[in-house]
Structure formats: structure tokens, C-alpha cells
């Protein structure tokens, strides 16, 4: 079997390589994932035992959200097998112990290389309805910093609609311009004290693979300044200052195909 390598594309690349981007690359498992933020600390860098990536939580994803390519799978299983079968560890989380009873190539990716593990990833290529309009309910008691915009979500499959209705993943839909996007985020700071939202767009589910509907950014964008509005304003989680329909998907679902980017 051929070693499945890691995805490589131009933009996972550069959200990978990103700090401020809230995804996750995990070369041990090679695992991509979306962060998870504990809503009781807020913060996303925790205080860490072991190597780095263990405290990071995240939501796996299986399907690359720029370029709609499966990714290659995780490989936790394996390694799970390995550390306490092979290795003999008792328990992941037994202090420093627990890592210093295996090598260092078990620490990396250098040992699923070495195994010459091929791809795991089963669950893509999976198809989902995307007519449902199922609207996306955020959790409004958590602290600003955390909060969703409220919308009809054109795009429906399961693994989506949890992440958009769960405050802690830093997941966004944004109706007003028909967006989906993981959150930026300044790694120094509590979550919850980001007001700013800003997201960097994706164009595939990070979980079912379908293609999600174009954004209407531009669209927007000129909808505002024919108004002499400003766009470029801050989103808590709603951009600032603007009309409520320019807000809202009310201004595309009203003008149907009179918009430039067709409707899904």
C-alpha cells in the first residue's frame, strides 16, 4: 500500500500554515479539524500537557473546504493500537509519562510513513439535499464574542448544521452575503472578547464535500455603497450600521434570479 500524504492545495496550505485561521492540522494523526472553543475557559490556547496538539480540540473534517477534494483520514486508530499494544502505554494521559514510554517517531507523523498507512477516509463522496433551508440557531445566552448570525441555511447535511448551531466551533454562516467560513481569530486572546467577527470563506462542506452555494459578496458589497454606505464594517456578530434587509438574506431571496450569482 502506498502512503496516503497529507492534502495539499493553495489555500489549505495557507489556513494551515496561519495561526489566526481556526483550523487544525495534526501531522501525528493527520487529522484536519475546526477548533473548538470551551465556552467556560474562552480561550484558545490552553494550558497544554504534552505535545501541543493534544489539548487543541476540534472537530475532524473529511473533505478539503477550498478545493472539495477528500482528504486523506485520520489515522488515531492506529497510532491508539500501536502506543498501548506495542508500546504497552497504560493511559494517554498520565502526565509527561505517557509520552515518555514511546519514541519520538510516534510523536510525529514520521511513524504512519514509516507503516506506510494508505486512505482511511470512507465517509466522503456522500451526497446530501441541499433544499432544506433549515434555519441555523445560535446560542444566544453564550457571550458576544461567541455568538452566530441567525439564518435560513441553503446548504443541509448533518455534520454542517451541528457545527453552525453549536457556538463552541468556530464555524460561521453569514446570510446577509451567502457565505460560509471559518473563523479568524487572534490566538492571544480570549475568544470571548473578540466582538470583530471575520471568517475566511470556503467553497466546499468540510464534511459531506458538496459544492456550497456562490457567494453574493460582491453583489453586497455594491447593494451597500449604492446606498452610501460603507461595506467594509465590523461584523458583532452583524455588520454594523447597515439596513436590516442588507443584514439579512432578505435582499437575495427577494430578488431571485435578478441577482448577479445564481441562487442554489
Request: charged content about 30%.
Amino acid at each position: 500500500m502506498t502512503v496516503a500524504e497529507p492534502h495539499s492545495c493553495r489555500d489549505m496550505d495557507a489556513a494551515v500554515s496561519d495561526e489566526g485561521v481556526a483550523l487544525v492540522y495534526r501531522p501525528r494523526y493527520r487529522e484536519y479539524g475546526i477548533r473548538i472553543c470551551e465556552s467556560a475557559l474562552g480561550m484558545v490556547r490552553q494550558c497544554r500537557v504534552g505535545p501541543v496538539d493534544e489539548a487543541i480540540r476540534m472537530m475532524e473534517i473529511l473533505d478539503c473546504p477550498w478545493c472539495g477534494d477528500a482528504l486523506p483520514g485520520s489515522v488515531r486508530d492506529q497510532w491508539r493500537d500501536l502506543i498501548f499494544n506495542k508500546y504497552e502505554v497504560k493511559s494517554l494521559w498520565s502526565e509527561t509519562e505517557t509520552f515518555d514510554q514511546v519514541p519520538a517517531k510516534m510523536l510525529d507523523e514520521t511513524w504512519w510513513r514509516e507503516v506506510e498507512i494508505g486512505f482511511t477516509n470512507t465517509d466522503s463522496n456522500l451526497t446530501f439535499d441541499q433544499v432544506s433551508d433549515e434555519i441555523v440557531n445560535s446560542c444566544r445566552s453564550t457571550p458576544k464574542g461567541l455568538e452566530k448570525p441567525l439564518g435560513r441555511s441553503p446548504h443541509h447535511c448533518e455534520a454542517m448544521m451541528a457545527s453552525l448551531e453549536d457556538c463552541r466551533e468556530l464555524t460561521q454562516y453569514r446570510p446577509w452575503t451567502r457565505e460560509y467560513g471559518i473563523r479568524i481569530i487572534d490566538m492571544n486572546r480570549s475568544v470571548h472578547l473578540q466582538y470583530n467577527h471575520r471568517i475566511k470563506p470556503i467553497r466546499y462542506c468540510p464534511w459531506c464535500g458538496d459544492a456550497l452555494p456562490q457567494s453574493l459578496r460582491l453583489e453586497w458589497e455594491a447593494r451597500v455603497r449604492d446606498l452610501g454606505l460603507d461595506p467594509d464594517v465590523p461584523c458583532t456578530p452583524y455588520p454594523e450600521g447597515l439596513p436590516d434587509d442588507l443584514i439579512s438574506d432578505t435582499w437575495w431571496r427577494e430578488a431571485g434570479n435578478k441577482i448577479a450569482a445564481p441562487l442554489p
